[in-house]
């Protein structure tokens, strides 16, 4: 499922100010929502180096193309989209619910701004008339399409109140066949050519009190618990605000889910999977990285334990035979070894108004510096220190991580010359089991910010060598600046597995 993505407008401060980190809560609700396949808004094409960042559809944006600050670091958010978006390819949609919008409105002008109410953890797709009539059919119960989808339920919306004749009889059919139907009853149709009398006949039919499959005034809830149909996802909430999306793919072998915690911070619910007799692993879409889980299987439900970071999504996949009904890890523990403290080399990128290199006696965001050519840059800066370490953290079962504290926008590490990636969204940590090493360690941090500082520099009064162009002035000499740079605070932690 394609779709335009991320589209902005950039007006009101919000031109050239998105970073993977600000962009993702958007990217998984697209995810949640059914999106497996990104189209980005917009990449206009830049075909000059000499006009930074250049070219633009208006004020539209996300601006995404060669000359975003960040765009030599686009791989690491690119591969997020894209193994989230191939994860979400797999196999068939789990959906108990099957939502039928009606005829005479456009599923936009009905739920462009509010869904469906449906209850929480279950799934839904909607349908429409064309194919409610050529496509549904019932099996053993179930409502089936020929591409092999399967839902428990079907809901006919309010505006589904007035019913063509065609869709009214395929009801019919599916009723007889075995099918649940829930929501309204149909009072009219919209058609002049309809026979008002097969159409009354019809409704007395479908909702007579001898069908019961058939309800109207019933909430959904309430049918789905007469029915013994569990959620297919819950979650107990460790805040009364937690909030988890979801969505469940099935293949032959395997059950994926993919959960996304929709607070910007940390949250470790116990969530119930409905499935029982499989391992859950954990799959990380930023790093392709597994991870095992603590769960416990009962009444057919397995129940994972979850550690999700701010704005998080990790994939849940039970694939192998559990052997064991219950399975409770140790918990990870962390002690901080080292903060890094004292003063860091910073050299910036070239030709974007700041000097060359610059010493920070402490850590701080460039929009408090007093040179004119960092409070105001827009780029790639590079801070390098050496750390002493010390022998007794090297031990065996231990790993050694470097938590860059807060960051904005991203960072790429480097120790003693060797990159340990790109990271872009809290936690700013990269795992230096193998890098660092006993004594003197050469530390490099790269990190992007965006361009909204820089085009507020170039805005500033007297400014005659203009860096930055746009095609439309987005940004006034008075415009709020963003927080940049490598902000900490740096410490190296230890985890003990």
């Given at each position: 499922?394609?779709a ?13 100010a ?22 980005i ?8 180096d000499?006009k930074?960042p ?8 996300q601006?995404?193309?060669r000359?975003?600050?960040?765009a ?5 958010w ?10 979400l ?6 959906a ?5 919008y009606?005829?005479?409105?456009n ?5 462009g701004?509010?869904?469906?109410v ?22 053993d ?21 007035k019913m063509s ?13 075995g099918?649940t ?18 159409f009354?006949k ?13 309800s ?12 013994n149909?569990?959620?297919d996802f ?9 909030k988890?999306?979801?969505v469940h ?22 969530a119930?999977f ?11 879409a ?13 009444n ?8 999700l ?22 918990q ?10 004292g ?6 990128q070239k030709d974007?108004g700041?000097?060359?290199e ?6 701080a ?9 960092i ?10 220190k ?45 795992n ?8 003197e ?18 805005a ?38």
């Amino acid at each position: 499922v394609a779709a335009e993505s991320l589209t902005a407008l950039g007006i009101g401060g919000t031109a050239w100010a998105y970073s993977p980190e600000n962009l993702k809560p958007s990217a998984d609700l697209e995810l949640a929502s059914g999106l497996n396949r990104y189209v980005i808004h917009t990449s206009v094409h830049q075909p000059v180096d000499d006009k930074i960042p250049g070219l633009g559809l208006g004020p539209f944006g996300q601006w995404f193309n060669r000359h975003e600050t960040w765009a030599e670091q686009a791989k690491a958010w690119t591969d997020y989209l894209s193994r989230s978006s191939y994860m979400l390819q797999q196999g068939k949609f789990v959906a108990d619910i099957v939502y039928y919008y009606g005829e005479d409105n456009n599923i936009t002008s009905l739920f462009g701004r509010k869904l469906p109410v449906i209850p929480e953890g279950y799934n839904y797709d909607f349908i429409n008339a064309d194919a409610l009539i050529n496509v549904l059919s019932t099996k053993d119960g179930r409502l089936i399409t020929p591409s092999g989808m399967s839902y428990r339920v079907l809901v006919l919306d309010s505006n589904a109140t007035k019913m063509s004749l065609p869709v009214l009889r395929k009801i019919s059919k599916l009723v007889k066949a075995g099918a649940t139907v829930a929501g309204v009853k149909p009072v009219a149709t919209p058609s002049l050519s309809d026979d008002q009398n097969e159409f009354s006949k019809l409704v007395n039919e479908i909702w007579n009190t001898s069908n019961s499959k058939v309800s109207a005034g019933k909430s959904l809830n309430e049918v789905l618990n007469s029915m013994n149909v569990a959620p297919d996802f819950s979650y107990n909430k460790p805040q009364n605000d937690t909030k988890l999306l979801y969505v469940h793919r099935k293949l032959a072998d395997r059950d994926i889910y993919w959960v996304d915690n929709r607070n910007d911070r940390d949250e470790n619910p116990e969530a119930s999977f409905r499935l029982a007799g499989k391992v859950p692993v954990i799959w990380h879409a930023e790093t392709g990285k597994t991870e095992p889980a603590s769960y416990r299987i009962e009444n057919g439900v397995t129940k994972v334990d979850l550690h999700l970071s701010p704005n998080d999504a990790v994939f849940v996949i039970f694939k192998d035979k559990a052997i064991k009904t219950s399975v409770t890890l140790a918990q990870l523990t962390e002690k901080q070894l080292l903060t890094v403290e004292g003063s860091w080399k910073v050299s910036f990128q070239k030709d974007r108004g700041a000097p060359a290199e610059a010493t920070f006696d402490k850590l701080a965001s460039y929009t408090e510096n007093a040179d004119a050519g960092i409070k105001y840059f827009s780029g790639t800066a590079t801070y390098t220190k050496t750390i002493i370490t010390d022998k007794s953290w090297f031990v065996p079962g231990k790993k050694l991580w470097l938590d860059l504290g807060d960051v904005k926008n991203l960072a790429e590490v480097i120790v003693n010359g060797k990159s340990l990636g790109i990271v872009w969204k809290q936690p700013f940590r990269v795992n230096t089991t193998g890098a660092l090493k006993n004594g003197e360690n050469r530390i490099e941090i790269k990190v992007t910010n965006l361009w909204v500082n820089r085009l507020i520099g170039d805005a500033q009064p007297g400014v005659t060598n203009k860096i930055t162009y746009t095609t439309m002035p987005f940004y006034q000499a008075n415009s709020k600046l963003l927080p940049s740079g490598l902000l900490g605070p740096v410490q190296i932690v230890s985890v003990t597995e």
